[in-house]
């Protein structure tokens, strides 16, 4: 008990120990697996789990279980500090009909449990949610009394995890400060958790809205923000945009937000950290060469050359006949870089290149 005990306070400054930490919770429960849940006020989850149950979590995530939980709705007002079972919350009948258990959890491997909530200063809800499969029978309450000699540990551990994960979220802002760069760190749905002084300066470029959500103020580039977020996660279909261009605004010169994944491995469990959004200017008076145009709008060499030669004036058919290729295919390329730039019009592309001023639209 004393090993496991020193690794769930190891899983609150290393966050991809918690992994091991269900687990071997798991096998002291006598369940399969678990998995450990953040839920902000505004109900945005986080969350991991044994890799046996990660059908389930994707599940519970996507398909919106988390507002239909009638594990959570009962045991969240009875303020328990402890472990409970599934009887202890809903009735045989009730764990054989509800939609949870049936569609959800049977249907991923488990349908029986114990768990318990942790509230935390931040108004954030801490889960533990060990699992297993329903055809194994209902968790015999004898083994409460070991669960509940860790959760002290385990509450200590996951609100330490929230301070550290906050802390982490300033260290990278103030980093990329020193560098003379504004930049902030974004959950998975585009919350800022951090935001350093330099960006916070551009009030007119970034703003806040509902949530705490960074939005862009120009309607196009923050069009491109939310598909590039919500294809990180992996929940739609779209381009793979992380590069994200702002036009130039009255007297504001045009700049490129770049939304940079915090790997998997690294993120912080409770704080949600996923991104970080750093913004570079865009001053040259011509255009930049092809690398520099790859690294700022993720164009591929085709789609640069073809920013390259509109930008010196060329039209379609006279970068076809100088590249020995058809007027369709320089078009097809053509649509592909208006579309990773955030421009409509190959005059706004041009602007936007050179650094001259274009008035946002939208």
Known sequence: MNELIDRIYEASV????????L?????????????????????????????CLSPMLRAF??????????????LAPLN?????????????????????????????GGGVGTGTVIPAPTGDLIIFNIERSYRRGFVDRSVLTELDALRPHLARSALLSVRLGLERARAMTDAMERLNLP?????????????????DRMEHRFISGAGGRLLISHRPANDLLKAALANTEGRVSVPHTYSIPIPALDDLEPCVAHLVPIRRQARDIFSGAAHLLVVTS???????????????????????????NLFEGRTVEEIATAHSLS????????KAVLTKTGTNRQSELVGLLSGVQIRAHG
């Open 183 to 199: 930049a902030a760190v974004l959950t998975a749905d585009g919350r800022a958790l951090s935001t350093n002084a330099l960006l």
């Open 80 to 108: 328990y500090s402890g472990f409970v079972v599934d009887l202890d919350i809903v009735t045989p009948e009730e764990a054989e009909t509800d939609p949870l258990y049936v569609n959800c959890l049977r249907k991923h």
């Open 61 to 74: 995530v996507e398909e919106g279980w988390m507002h239909q939980n009638i594990r959570a709705a009962r």
């Open 282 to 308: 865009i001053t040259t008076p011509s255009a930049p060469p092809a690398h520099i145009l790859h690294g700022l709008f993720d164009l591929t060499p085709a789609e640069a050359k073809v920013a390259q």
């Open 23 to 51: 687990d071997r919770i798991s096998a002291v429960a006598r369940c399969d697996g678990g998995i450990l849940i953040a839920a902000d006020p505004s109900k945005n989850v986080h969350a991991v789990s044994s890799k």
């Open 327 to 334: 007027r369709e295919t320089i078009r097809k390329q053509l």
């Open 14 to 21: 290393i966050p991809s120990l918690w992994v091991d930490v």
